[in-house]
């Protein structure tokens, strides 16, 4: 915006500059061709106004110095009737020959009269094309140009800076952390914050009903569930097997799917912590466990987040690396105020061109990520709510040679 209000007035202002650059120079109007037959008549400059003084030289020559190849004899006649002396003791030079002969001169000449002692020329040369008036139109042009351009930029800062202010809560802003919407600037930005508000809320009431409407599908199907579970008892050993575990995955999938629910919603408290310290306590934790996970240590990551988020966020992010690649390697390094983490695996890797989509609810890859692995395919999604809730970004990579996966996960650093 700030721009676009520069460039108007500077197009605007190099267009009026054009059009005095073309004009003549202030009190430079035609020369009358009386003033110029008084000064070769009398050899003595008349009083002119600014602008148009004349000057007298003498040439002791029989040749008149121009020359006459752009003259204009009609005019030559003209000013030598005012003389009055000979038409042929008169001869011009003309910038613009053209016109009435009898009319005032306009443009730069050189006008002589043939005497004893040579020709007399009188001259007159129009101002240098950036003379000291328009060298002073253009130094004004600059300033006020300077001015307006100070008054855009407080315009658009005084617009711009509201509307930065909703982009960020509009970043911040996720279910279960209502964001507080600024309604400061003009008219039109405190209603397009107001728009937000109501918005958010709308958007958080209908996260809330349907928290509700999971909650209780996942109660009404228990009592089927328990009943199926009564009857398969019944069956044969073999189908009886297959029946218990298709139904406690059922089970294992409504569970995860009301943790998931509620997570998405409701975050704890947010506390200034090193996050290369948490990554090595849970390292140190599921090593003890006996999980094949290492953690190499790196620079200091201090920031503020929810302990046990991040916990269940690394959690996740390990167990994934360890299901399908066998072992997890976590490693980190610090890169333009934010903490880049990497979890590493030993497996196939991720398929790329379908990266983003392993971060739906419920979504698995085809080659590693199948039923048999486990899983309800909610891990990824978790992770990428948990790091957008601290303002962060996830991506899916392949390590360098194709050695296997790699999550690389980029988290703002506290100021």
Known sequence: MMLFAISSAAVVMLVQFAVVYRGPPPGSGPMPIARIAEALRTGRVPAAPQGQAITLTLSPTDRFPHGDERASLERDRAIAILIPVPPQDVRGYYQWPGGDPEQDIHGSFAIARRTPDGWLVASFTRAPALGRWRLAILQWMLLTLGILSLLAWAAARRISRPIRRLAEAATRARLGAPEMIPLQGPREIRELGRAMEAMQARILQQAENRTVMLAAMAHDLGTPLSRLAFWVEQLPDAARERAVADIGEMRAMLAATLRFTRDDRAHGEMVRLDLGSVIESLADDLSTAGKPVTAEPGPRMVLVGDLPALRR???????????????????????????????????????????????APFVRGENSRNRATGGTGLGLAIVRSIVELHGGTVTLQNRPGGAGGRVRVCLPLAT
Do not use: C, K, S
């Open 313 to 359: 966020l690394f959690g996740n992010l390990v167990e994934n690396a360890i299901r399908y690649g066998q072992v997890a390697e976590i490693w980190w390094m610090l890169n333009a105020g934010q903490g880049e983490i990497f979890v590493d695996d030993r497996g196939p890797g991720f398929d790329l061109a379908h990266a983003e989509t392993l971060f």
